[in-house]
């Protein structure tokens, strides 16, 4: 791998992930983001437990803020728990939306 992947290269994909924020990114895009660069980045993501916080912490600040409350073991259960979330957003906003 470091023969056609240089040194460089992952530290760039490196500082990508630790500054990889959901932003305008659907929470499934963003799970997909953050799968393909925690491979460049698994001594920051050593275990379950620092995955599901690194994932967390990039999360937009309305979902991360009703996930805050609920206490999520694994990266399944917290990426699981945001779609929700994030749907649950999109429906009020829509009924907000219909009654304006």
Same mark, same amino acid.
């Given at each position: 791998? /470091? #023969?056609?992947f240089?040194?460089?290269l ?8 630790l500054q *990889?924020?959901q932003?305008?990114m ?5 799970a ?6 925690s491979?460049y ?7 379950e437990? /620092? #995955?599901?916080r690194r994932f967390?912490?990039?999360l937009?600040?309305?979902?991360r803020g009703r996930? *805050?409350a609920?206490?999520?073991s694994t990266?399944a259960q917290?990426?699981d728990?945001a779609?929700i ?8 906003e829509r ?5 304006s």
């Open positions: 791998m /470091d #023969k056609y240089p040194n460089s992952k530290q760039e994909m490196i500082q990508e992930f *990889l924020k932003g305008k659907s929470v499934a895009q963003y997909n983001h953050f799968e393909a660069l491979r980045a698994s001594a920051i993501v050593a275990n437990e /620092d #995955k599901v967390e912490w990039g937009d600040t309305d979902i996930l *805050l609920v206490q999520l990266y917290m990426v728990r779609l979330v994030e749907r649950e957003l999109a429906d009020s009924i907000r939306n219909q009654r």
